[in-house]
Nanobody, 125 residues
Framework: QVQLVESGGGLVQAGGSLRLSCAAS????????MGWFRQAPGKEREFVAA????????FYADSVKGRFTISRDNAKNTVYLQMNSLKPEDTAVYYC??????????????????WGQGTQVTVSS
């Protein structure tokens, strides 16, 4: 198993930036594909971005493409989400998730068995 702890959330003005981190402990971090999801008030949790074990494959939701960047540092057991040009509609609790895919990535929440507790991101207009 792997344990995940997110950090880096906060309050930022529209147009600003934040970097989220997700620190992993437990089994070998590099064997997991990592994903970021978010859940806004009154809405279902949605996919944001995912990165494969080696970082060679990356997916983004269309809503964040060009503004957010996912990356990972396997030596530090950490995955990051750099969020630029933030908009009020990016306000949500952001979760990182892990899965041991044999190949490829997934945008599907139910395919990730391991989750962090979430970190709040609030973007003011």
């Amino acid at each position: 198993q792997v344990q995940l702890v997110e950090s880096g959330g906060g309050l930022v003005q529209a147009g600003g930036s934040l970097r989220l981190s997700c620190a992993a402990s437990g089994r070998t971090f590099s064997s997991y594909a990592m994903g970021w999801f978010r859940q806004a008030p009154g809405k279902e949790r949605e996919f944001v971005a995912a990165i494969y074990r080696s970082g060679i494959s990356i997916f983004y939701a269309d809503s964040v493409k060009g503004r957010f960047t996912i990356s990972r540092d396997n030596a530090k057991n950490t995955v990051y989400l750099q969020m630029n040009s933030l908009k009020p509609e990016d306000t949500a609790v952001y979760y990182c998730a892990a899965a041991e895919f044999n190949s490829g990535l997934s945008r599907l929440e139910y395919e990730y068995p391991y989750w962090g507790q979430g970190t709040q991101v609030t973007v003011s207009s």
